[in-house]
């Protein structure tokens, strides 16, 4: 009798803990085979998640070609990413911004020595999506968007957003304005574009959470993009890929050269054009948000990879160099307009690849 | 006519006829007036319901019959609003995950598949889960019998076993998210271990503990003291007494209770995200490297917020709640064959 008991106790605790091990014999096709190239290991990221889904799809591409490499990228927010990275926790870092000063410190005691060096890796156009019925394209300048999202300008036939959209017919109605209630680099740079370009029209202070009153606030973008999509004669700012995936309209924007399209192109000709502040292989950028360029779109942001320029163990350096290379290889660059973001491209991307090929 | 003992009574349709009623008042009263949305509606319908029924009831049968049909209502309004919340969330979960949940889905990870694109599935965190639970398990079950062991039948009242009560009542109150702080400080930052399945069981490990004990000395305190008497008094020593005769009267209720403590920790996130970091790729080592697990596949799909990777969240969603209803079952189920028979 006791026997019994026992016997089943035992049986009902185990058979919890075989499950795994049942699981684990039918593993997924992709998820084991042996090495084409001769790379092998594992390398943990972490960090923007302004860049998760951009480092996934290159993550599933250099894994497809080095199947005996396993990358693990948590979007756990620029902060925790470069903290994980200071911490040794992980090889290399996303980040919405380049290092600061103190952060730079940490790291380089991370690096053993060696410098933490920002590579600019992944752009993201801030598109301004609106929902009014009947108009099909809208332009606005950085004094229009300002006043919008200010409260200044509070209908959509004001004459400051009739002259500029010449041959459209403007409702009457009172604008819904969205923006995000959550701290993020998009409403950084957003506001960083507003306060470069009307510092008159917008006197809120910038940084990652929104504080000019009025307006509704959602979180992260697809709670912007949902707000907008829902809500008629509404705007909000959000990452292009949301457009797209949400099938929104992106107002144009017009920094003085003329009406630009918020398109991935348009958007890397601003990228491109940026200057580089940091020194040697640090390529922390200097964003012109005042660009005037007719095809240039100015509303972006550029997320980076940080990682040790020397100093990192010599297998986890291997795998971070061969992995970066593939990140700023034209295959790579070229596949990120579809899924939304922007490409680095011209001088730039080659200072990018200059910059991996030291790594050691 | 000659009076009856039984006073007038409302027919036996008036509860149903003042509802529908109540409900074709509440909706016409909400299309020509301000109040909006589903609920307000409901709650208006219920509050008709009970002024026609106890004005109708209290001109029939009399005061006494009025507010006991009042009180019926209430009770019975109350119960809905309890059960609706969770009735709501396991139909929303269900119609919601079952979209892309199927067999490709548990036994595929999500190694080499695009966030925009459907496909991939859930077994690697699945794996995970059931590994850092695992572990968290064989922590935390033998520390938290033999606490209560002690507890019970070695030291009853004495100062020690105050102490340990005390600190089982706080432990029991400690936030999920910082018992994945404290692993994530002690461990991982000052001993200096890698994050992985093992970090994850010891956080889970620290919240599985006190409901341990605590079940565990409940069900020892059930023990007859006449058992342990009769035992002694045949002269069998203490600790054979304690493992022959006590912990298999109580063994139903003890693995209950261990049941119940891993169906809370199966669905934690708050520790996992510190402590073990977000893998796409199936990792049978929970000592070593990166390991997904349900809560935290969840999370990360979430994330990802595109059409795709929305419908994975909700169909991690549901594996969880269905993971979470087995090991309920689980444990009604051996609590049923361990009862004491009469």
Request: aromatic letters at 6%; hydrophobic letters at 45%.
């Given at each position: 009798m006791k026997f019994t008991r026992s016997a089943v106790a035992a049986v009902a605790i185990a058979s919890t803990l075989a499950l795994s091990a049942c699981a684990s014999e039918s593993a997924s096709p992709s998820a084991s085979g042996s090495a084409g190239s001769g790379l092998t290991g594992s390398l943990k990221a972490s960090g923007s998640s302004a860049q998760k889904n951009a480092m996934q799809e290159w993550i599933n591409a250099f894994q497809t070609t080095n199947s005996g490499v396993t990358i693990d990228y948590q979007a756990n927010g620029s902060g925790a990413g470069i903290q994980d990275f200071n911490n040794s926790q992980t090889s290399f870092a996303g980040s919405d911004s380049a290092l600061k000063p103190e952060e730079a410190t940490a790291a380089s005691t991370r690096c053993a020595g060696g410098t933490a060096i920002n590579i600019p890796m992944v752009g993201g156009a801030i598109?301004?999506?609106?929902?009014?019925?009947?108009?099909?394209?809208?332009?606005?300048?950085?004094?229009?968007?300002?006043?919008?999202?200010?409260?200044?300008?509070?209908?959509?036939?004001?004459?400051?957003?009739?002259?500029?959209?010449?041959?459209?017919?403007?409702?009457?109605?009172?604008?819904?304005?969205?923006?995000?209630?959550?701290?993020?680099?998009?409403?950084?740079?957003?506001?960083?574009?507003?306060?470069?370009?009307?510092?008159?029209?917008?006197?809120?202070?910038?940084?990652?959470?929104?504080?000019?009153?009025?307006?509704?606030?959602?979180?992260?973008?697809?709670?912007?993009?949902?707000?907008?999509?829902?809500?008629?004669?509404?705007?909000?700012?959000?990452?292009?890929?949301?457009?797209?995936?949400?099938?929104?309209?992106?107002?144009?924007?017009?920094?003085?050269?003329?009406?630009?399209?918020?398109?991935?192109?348009?958007?890397?000709?601003?990228?491109?054009?940026?200057?580089?502040?940091?020194?040697?292989?640090?390529?922390?950028?200097?964003?012109?948000?005042?660009?005037?360029?007719?095809?240039?779109?100015?509303?972006?942001?550029?997320?980076?990879?940080?990682?040790?320029?020397?100093?990192?163990?010599?297998?986890?350096?291997?795998?971070?160099?061969?992995?970066?290379?593939?990140?700023?290889?034209?295959?790579?660059?070229?596949?990120?307009?579809?899924?939304?973001?922007?490409?680095?491209?011209?001088?730039?991307?080659?200072?990018?690849?200059?910059?991996?090929?030291?790594?050691? | 006519m000659s009076q009856t003992l039984k006073g007038d009574t409302l027919p036996k349709w008036a509860p149903i006829a003042s509802l529908a009623i109540a409900i074709g008042v509440a909706i016409a009263l909400a299309n020509t007036t301000a109040v909006a949305g589903t609920a307000g509606t409901s709650v208006l319908a219920v509050l008709i319901f009970i002024a026609i029924q106890t004005l109708w009831s209290f001109a029939v049968e009399g005061r006494r019959h009025a507010v006991d049909r009042v009180a019926t209502t209430l009770i019975y309004a109350t119960f809905v609003a309890a059960a609706a919340p969770l009735l709501s969330l396991l139909f929303e979960v269900f119609t919601r995950g079952i979209k892309v949940f199927n067999l490709a889905f548990l036994s595929h990870s999500m190694r080499n598949v695009s966030p925009l694109k459907p496909g991939g599935g859930v077994l690697h965190a699945l794996i995970g889960t059931m590994q850092q639970v695992g572990v968290a398990t064989l922590i935390a079950v033998p520390i938290g019998i033999l606490t209560a062991l002690y507890l019970v039948e070695h030291a009853r009242g004495g100062r020690l076993s105050k102490a340990i009560s005390f600190f089982v009542d706080v432990m029991t109150g400690i936030p999920s998210i910082v018992a994945g702080l404290f692993i994530y400080t002690a461990w991982i930052l000052t001993l200096g271990f890698d994050r992985s399945g093992m970090a994850a069981a010891l956080s889970l490990a620290i919240l599985m503990l006190p409901v341990v004990v605590r079940t565990t000395e409940e069900m020892l305190k059930l023990v007859p003291n006449d058992l342990r008497e009769a035992s002694l008094a045949l002269g069998i020593p203490k600790w054979k007494t304690t493992i022959r005769v006590v912990l298999p009267t109580a063994i139903g209720g003890i693995i209950t209770g261990v049941m119940l403590a891993v169906a809370r920790v199966a669905g934690e996130t708050a520790p996992l995200l510190l402590t073990t970091f977000l893998s796409q790729s199936i990792n049978n080592n929970p000592f070593a490297g990166p390991q997904a697990a349900v809560p935290t596949f969840v999370w990360d799909q979430l994330s990802s917020s595109t059409p795709a990777s929305l419908d994975r969240a909700w169909a991690g969603a549901l594996t969880l709640i269905l993971l979470v209803m087995f090991f309920y079952g689980a444990a009604k189920l051996i609590a049923r064959y361990y009862a004491p028979k009469a």
């Open positions: 598109a301004l999506a609106f929902n009014v019925a009947g108009v099909d394209s809208l332009t606005l300048n950085p004094k229009t968007a300002a006043g919008i999202f200010s409260g200044a300008i509070t209908k959509w036939n004001d004459p400051a957003i009739a002259a500029l959209n010449a041959g459209v017919t403007l409702p009457a109605a009172t604008i819904a304005q969205f923006h995000r209630s959550d701290s993020s680099g998009t409403t950084d740079n957003f506001t960083k574009w507003l306060l470069a370009t009307a510092p008159d029209a917008f006197a809120f202070a910038g940084g990652k959470d929104w504080v000019a009153p009025g307006g509704q606030g959602a979180k992260g973008s697809d709670g912007v993009a949902a707000g907008v999509s829902s809500t008629p004669n509404s705007i909000g700012y959000m990452e292009l890929s949301f457009v797209m995936s949400k099938g929104l309209k992106a107002a144009s924007i017009d920094n003085g050269g003329g009406a630009v399209e918020a398109t991935s192109d348009n958007a890397a000709k601003t990228i491109a054009a940026a200057t580089v502040k940091g020194t040697g292989n640090d390529l922390a950028l200097n964003i012109d948000r005042k660009i005037a360029d007719g095809s240039a779109y100015p509303v972006v942001l550029v997320t980076y990879e940080i990682t040790c320029e020397t100093g990192l163990a010599a297998a986890d350096s291997a795998l971070v160099k061969a992995f970066l290379t593939y990140t700023a290889s034209d295959a790579a660059q070229g596949a990120l307009a579809a899924s939304g973001y922007v490409p680095i491209t011209g001088d730039l991307l080659t200072k990018v690849r200059a910059a991996i090929a030291a790594i050691a | -």
